[in-house]
């Protein structure tokens, strides 16, 4: 389905690993890795974002209470304390040193590899959806009205930790700690060995106003999906230390391929992506859909099947808009037809980058 509406939708114009389908037709990579595909990426980030304002701005807005809600893994080890910008406060670390910027190799590098539990992360990664999926029903059993939109990012030692864009009707909205402690308490049962799942101790909910600071919190979201869209292993090759993050993140790797991602799965002979995603096998970004009896997370219903139907129609009508009066050849004439829809999925994506956070 997606190849066909980037298909229609004029091609792989402005990708950057575009390949050729049987029928001719040359489709986007859809890589949401921005060192890969800035373009794709792009467009990736971008759908949801516009799937993340309409729940906020689209509907009548006084009728709910609006909350930010994070959600981080149990520690699997202490790991390097490095401050993210210039001027930060720096924190002594671990090892006893304080880092500065150029130490940026080593943030969330284990202080003691050999003793970190590299396979209790990966099975977390792999669990994390399932423990999700149990976190947003025991807050729907308790709030009924609940509708969410969640982005799960890449911390630097490699685990996932989700931020979460809750909507409640007033009349049964909590006060944010109510809600925090709902969430953080929540547990699975791993379907793979049986262990038991929960968030670690770092959580956090804070009440937002659509009419006040949303727009500032739709803005922090779409942040993070740029750190969702950035490349691991290319963050890992700058500042000193490098070398012990390329270790951490082999390490990983080994015990992601080490893992059952099944309870049928002989991890030796195993093809699924998930022992090449450090355990996870979650979609990095989601929302609450609508049913016959609940609205989704979007007010206006947009999804992104919704974005890529509405890009194909614009670009297929502004392309059978062009000038039909060339004498050109019929083989020229769509050759031209999909040069236009290429030329015109190229500046809906320059539009849409301008008007996005």
Known sequence: ???????????????????????????????????????????????????????????????YRFYLLTLTAPSFGRVHRVPRSQGARAKRCGCGAVHDLRDAGLRGVPLTPSTYDYAGQVAWNRDAGLLWDRTRKRIRDRWESVEFFMVREWQDRGVLHQHALIRIKRPEAPNPQALREAARTAEAVSRVDGGVVGWGAQTDAAAFRADGDGAKTIWYLSKALNYVMKDTALTAMGGRGSNLAWAHLAALGLAARAMRCSRECAPDECASRVHDRYGSRSHVVSASRRTRHRSGWSFTGVTRGLQRRMRAAWAEARAQAAPAAEHASAPKRQEGAQLARVE?????DVARAAVLP
């Open 1 to 63: 389905m997606d190849r066909e509406n980037d298909r229609q939708s004029g091609g792989a114009g402005g990708c950057a690993r575009p390949f050729k389908t049987r029928s001719g037709d040359w489709v986007r990579c859809q890589s949401r890795v921005r060192s890969k595909c800035a373009s794709c990426a792009e467009l990736y980030r971008g759908d949801w974002a516009a799937i993340a304002r309409s729940g906020v701005f689209d509907g009548r807005v006084e009728l």
């Open 344 to 348: 015109l999925s190229r500046r809906i």
